[in-house]
């Protein structure tokens, strides 16, 4: 088929009656939604005044980046350091803020008392500047979208926020009305002070500074305050620029917020910010659009830039921990103790590291992860910061590309999540009148919950020593070298030589059946974890789970690991996970068919709809992991896709009938009437990834159906020998799934058809699919 019949029969039978067919590491890129403000962030309001600097340096023993950031944050009103600016436009990264005139008044780090720099080094601290001011005057500000699929979120902004529900549109430009609280260093600081003169405020200008402060301060200030401290002790400022601009121009939108930040791969990003009127702690964030910094996607393809994602300051080879969980009696919470160390090698030159780490896990609580020491492979303690889920290390020399660090740590913390679902009340099955409370703990693997390197670009081996207390047994990633006990606890050696992301953990009073596999046949170890009273089925699990793994072997590639475990969570949750070699799932897929559709009322199938698809993120998450936010549509939708591919094989060979795509169309189905993936207002385009306002249903929905789109236009097998083209590609690749990367597979699957249009059209932007 040629490429103008193809796309000629595709958009043809996408056409709506009447209409053309046509219409988101450390960077948040998790778009509209939902931000609750930690503590910490709001810290910036009030200056930090509640406790005297000195007594908490001298009780915390901090070191000199805490001391430097605490100052950073403990800001004061420098009133007599004020200056007055004349009309002045800044460019900035795709667009441009023309400040009319009028006042700035700096905010001035807090002094650190002289106590604190007693008997200190010179130069223990870095000079102090101010990185946040607020300018009180008006003006104008226009950004216009980088990319067509960043021109969809900018219109897509508008009609969620019901300012125009038609908009269609380039560009967005407010007037400036009042003012602004403008973070930023280096370069733009100098620009800012460009041709100021000195002078005093008067007490309405202050009056109008400090509410502008107030209101949007805490925002984000936090944040740059940590960037700074960074900056302060590699030596340099980056040049970064945070806007809060009041602004009339229409009333859902009160405050723009624009960021850039170079050290990021996406620098640019803008949004709407608001609070909500009954709990000032929760911000609501509408993403507006993000991009790459146009001097460095300047001549680069989608695609080039989509591989720099995955390269980070530095790369993680190995890991190995000696893990002890506990629970606090007086706070009747789960935690651990963590004593470890990483291999890392650097890709660029620096004098400081910056990894992720979470400073609370999913508890519920307040109560947050110490770090107890940083050291380096010699065994000398580092300073650091720990603060917003980053951990910065202060390094005792510059270390240049290609350089090595054993970085050790120690630290504890009640982050483990108690996942609790009460005992059923009965059923007419034995597996339901048996059960007793299920009960899971959880270390949150969607958390850095170690010393990472951000967004889950990396993959390392790891031995693991993790000790539970007793009768608990621990279903994880890796090998299970050893299951021993110490009298206290459960102690499990685990083991991984494969390089992965993000491995996991999840332990309870399990009952643990594994299988003796035949390797000679390509069978792995597979080991199910459920709670008492759901051992009657348990053989079947690991039947169904060597099934599919034969299935998706043969049609993407070999299994990636050497074992699988599966473990039950409490029921009723309705999700599943799948890190590496581990796939966890909500209870009631452990339910008889009897009680799951006359007790609870759920459909005989649900083992469908988890099992195959959470074992396909082995294949699709793992041997084929994601660039950015921007490529994690194909984890979910190629895990989704084979899903439905092995269960259409497997009714067929049941039924006997070469031509039974049963199965399969049952599966398109539901991608219709449950999630809506065909019906534009309820998705978006796949690549924005969690930035886009209907993540699940693009990526669970949409992009099977857009799947389905080249199955019905070139077959199943030509869909077949695509995704194993890409699985392996990305495998071959550093383990990462481009996007545009798929151009590349699809043009080598199907020679002569030009896929560009396919790729922007249906994953790039939200062309709209058949109903």
Known sequence: MSRSAFFAALLTSLALPGAAAAQCALHDHSGSGTRPMAQDQREIDRGDATEDLIDVAKRQKKSSVQVYFDALRGVEWAVGEAYRIESKTLDLAYGQVTLSGGWVIPMKPKDVPEAILKDKPEGWLPEHDYIIAVYVGDGSFQYEAPNPTERWALNDAFKQLKIDRKSDRDAIEVTVDGGAVIHLNGRWRELLEEGAVKGEADNKTLKSAKQMFNARADLSGIDYARKQTRDAFEGKERGFLGLELASKTYKAIPYLSYSYDPDEHEAVEIGVAKRYALNRDVVNFRTMGAWVDPVVAEG??????????????????????????????????????????????????????????????????????????????????????????????????????????????????????????????????????????????RVPNDYPWYPQVPGHVDSYSFDWTLRTPKPMLA?????????????????????EDVPVSFPAILFGRFAMRENQPDFSKGEIKIRVFVHPGYEKDIDSFIEEAQSIINYYSAVFGPYPYKELDLAQMPGFFGYAQAPAGLVQMTGEVYLSK???????????????????????????????????????????????????????????????????????????????RQRKGHVQDRTSPLWMGGRGPHYQSSVYARGPLVMDQLRKAFGREAVLKVMYLYNNWAHDHGGHAITDEFLLILEKALPGVGFQDFIDNFIKLNEALPE
């Not at 917003?388 to 970085?407: H, M, N, Q, R, S």
């Not at 504890?412 to 899971?440: C, M, Y």
């Not at 279903?475 to 110490?486: E, H, K, N």
């Not at 979910?636 to 795509?661: F, H, Q, V």
């Open 594 to 672: 009897t009680d799951l559709v006359n007790v609870y009322n759920r459909p005989a199938t649900l083992r469908d709809y988890f099992i195959p698809h959470e074992i396909g993120h082995e294949w699709w998450g793992h041997r084929a992991g994601w660039g950015s936010y921007r490529d994690q549509w194909v984890s979910e939708t190629m895990a989704e896709y084979s899903a439905a591919l092995y269960i259409e094989e497997r009714d067929r060979r049941k039924s006997g009938d070469p031509n039974d795509t049963s199965g399969y169309d049952d599966r398109s189905i539901e991608w219709k």
């Open 300 to 441: 680069k393809t989608d695609g080039e830039l989509g591989r720099m994602a995955t390269v980070w300051e530095v790369d993680a080879s190995h890991y190995t921990q000696d893990m002890t969980v506990f629970r606090d009696p007086d706070y009747n919470e789960w935690g651990m103790r963590v004593q470890g160390s990483a291999d890392f090698t650097f890709n660029e030159s620096r004098k400081t590291l910056r990894l992720a780490m979470m400073n609370w896990g999913e508890t519920g609580s307040d109560r947050r992860v110490t770090v107890e020491w940083i050291k380096d492979g010699a065994g000398n303690n580092l300073e650091f910061l720990h603060h917003g889920f980053e951990l910065i290390v202060k390094l005792p020399k510059e270390y240049a590309k290609g350089d090595t660090l054993k970085l050790q740590y120690k630290f504890a913390g009640l982050f483990v999540d108690t996942i609790k679902q009460p005992k059923a009340d009965g059923g007419l099955d034995q597996n339901a009148t048996n059960t007793v409370d299920i009960i899971n703990y």
């Open 475 to 495: 279903a994880t990633s890796g090998m299970l070298m050893s299951l021993t006990d110490d009298g206290k606890h459960n102690v499990h050696v685990i083991k």
